[in-house]
């Protein structure tokens, strides 16, 4: 079996004029394990990202759980519940909202976030 594995970047948001912030996570089969670090990134040119490391992002960090962990959820979840599993409704429905939610983050959508991100 192919075992797929190292480091990737997840969870970007807090977009605000070309810069974001993302967070590198430990995967196996690009499925997020364990965060690593979080970046700022300045300048995103042909698929390489320069920046510079920033505390860790709560936001950042449950953004790439939730957008990979959450529609693995909701499929589970249907699944379960297909097959007669009631409790698998809820999950699937928990599972959706939560990828779906992170999405609002993206970009910096306040004036008080976009002053403090300036």
Do not use: C, K
């Given at each position: 079996?192919?075992l797929?594995?190292?480091?990737?970047?997840?969870?970007?948001?807090?977009?605000?004029?070309?810069?974001?912030?993302?967070?590198?996570?430990?995967?196996?089969?690009?499925?997020?394990?364990?965060?690593?670090?979080?970046?700022?990134?300045?300048?995103?040119a042909?698929?390489?990202?320069?920046?510079?490391?920033?505390?860790?992002?709560?936001?950042?960090?449950?953004?790439?759980?939730?957008?990979?962990?959450?529609?693995?959820?909701?499929?589970?979840?249907?699944?379960?519940?297909?097959?007669?599993?009631?409790?698998?409704?809820?999950?699937?429905?928990?599972?959706?909202?939560?990828?779906?939610?992170?999405?609002?983050?993206?970009?910096?959508?306040?004036?008080?976030?976009?002053?403090?991100?300036?």
């Amino acid at each position: 079996m192919l075992l797929i594995w190292g480091s990737r970047i997840y969870g970007r948001v807090g977009e605000h004029a070309g810069q974001y912030a993302v967070t590198r996570f430990f995967h196996i089969w690009y499925l997020p394990l364990v965060p690593e670090q979080t970046m700022w990134v300045t300048n995103h040119a042909q698929g390489n990202a320069w920046g510079h490391p920033i505390r860790t992002s709560r936001r950042s960090v449950f953004a790439g759980y939730a957008r990979v962990w959450g529609p693995l959820a909701a499929l589970g979840g249907i699944v379960f519940a297909s097959g007669g599993a009631l409790a698998g409704i809820p999950v699937a429905l928990v599972g959706a909202a939560a990828g779906a939610w992170t999405w609002r983050w993206r970009r910096l959508r306040s004036d008080r976030d976009r002053l403090r991100s300036d």
